[in-house]
């Protein structure tokens, strides 16, 4: 009953999606803008890009969700990241972070550790980040996982299972870690969602534009049917994508065209395990 539970809320977000086009502006890793955008507007969404204080605040208050993803820095950061989560907060309006990269620089652990004081609704990313995130934010004593050093996993999707959902507890929210199974979590409820494609491993901004259609979905539902019909949503594209494809390039175009394509029933059907 709760997978059709489960299946029934999917169905309803993406529907809700395609029927009011929530907005859900983004500052995001500047190597994947358009890939985010794209990928929000092929689900149903509208997308919108800031990089000053001010944008930030003023996206805060016109969209029904935000997107901040950690990836490339700029100096102006340090101002426009902390406003624009402290105005969500204030506003009490749902935001996703995607912690990229944790481990270069301080300014980005020094960004991080601030969103502790203004937490999003979801946090999103791979394995080594979501356990970085927890571990930075004091939630988890040190493991045998070795965290979060660049772009890249060094921690498989079951090893972050326990770090994911005291996170997901300590922002009442959810967290979605990528990898080959997608694991989702609200801190009790754990789910696996299946498909997507090896391309996704081979062109930039796979997980980047996740994040953004994790925001997309969180301004018109709760944050963990948001996460998990984002993840559905990208592994049924995914699966199809990779069969109609031969090489990065043509997946990475069939992927939008299959996100387009894809229908709230085809979403919420995709395949997931509860554990």
Not at 154 to 173: Q, T, W
Not at 246 to 264: M, N, R, S
Not at 267 to 275: D, R
Request: aromatic residues 8%; neutral net charge; proline residues 5%.
């Amino acid at each position: 009953m709760q997978k059709e539970n489960l299946k029934n809320k999917i169905r309803e977000a993406s529907e809700k999606v395609r029927a009011t086009n929530p907005l859900a502006p983004s500052i995001t890793n500047t190597v994947t803008i358009n890939f985010v955008a794209n990928a929000q507007l092929a689900v149903g969404g509208s997308a919108a890009m800031f990089y000053l204080p001010d944008e930030g605040e003023t996206g805060a208050q016109i969209g029904g969700a935000f997107y901040i993803n950690a990836g490339t820095f700029f100096p102006v950061y340090k101002e426009t990241l902390p406003a624009t989560a402290k105005k969500l907060h204030e506003l009490n309006k749902p935001w996703v972070l995607d912690p990229v990269a944790l481990g270069i620089g301080s300014l980005r652990t020094e960004m991080i550790m601030a969103f502790k004081d203004f937490p999003p609704a979801i946090v999103r990313g791979n394995a080594s980040e979501i356990i970085t995130v927890a571990k930075l934010w004091g939630l988890l004593s040190d493991t045998s996982a070795k965290g979060a050093k660049g772009v890249e996993s060094s921690d498989s999707v079951e090893s972050a299972k326990e770090a994911a959902k005291i996170l997901a507890k300590f922002i009442k929210g959810a967290v979605a870690v990528s990898g080959k199974e997608d694991l989702v979590t609200d801190g009790e409820t754990v789910v696996f969602s299946k498909g997507g494609s090896p391309f996704m491993e081979k062109i930039t901004g796979a997980g980047c534009s996740l994040g953004g259609v994790c925001a997309v979905y969180a301004a018109v539902t709760d944050p963990f049917t948001a996460a998990l019909a984002a993840t559905q949503h990208y592994n049924i594209a995914g699966t199809r994508a990779h069969k109609k494809s031969k090489a990065p390039g043509t997946f990475q175009v069939k992927f939008i065209d299959e996100l387009y394509l894809a229908t709230p029933k085809d979403i919420a059907n995709n395949p997931f395990e509860i554990v």
